[in-house]
């Protein structure tokens, strides 16, 4: 994988996405977990309405980066 002036998954995710697919990652929360002070979320990126990775953590942010990283192997396994 190339390398640029990304800062982290979800900015290189969108720079990869909009150069390949001409689109922009939207995530979207899949599962919500656990109470209020101890959740756990689940959520998934989707590129063109496909699901391109699915992550999780105790935050919202933290499942957004999991995912994206997890879309951006998806696409190193298609040689993209």
Do not use: C
């Amino acid at each position: 994988m190339e390398s640029g002036s990304w800062r982290d998954a979800k900015s290189h995710l969108q720079e990869v996405s909009q150069r390949i697919d001409n689109q922009t990652p939207k995530y979207r929360v899949i599962e919500e977990a656990g109470p209020d002070h101890d959740k756990t979320f689940v959520l998934g990126v989707y590129i063109n309405d496909n699901l391109m990775g699915k992550g999780s953590g105790p935050s919202k942010q933290i499942a957004q980066q999991h995912a994206a990283h997890a879309a951006l192997q998806e696409y190193e396994k298609r040689g993209q």
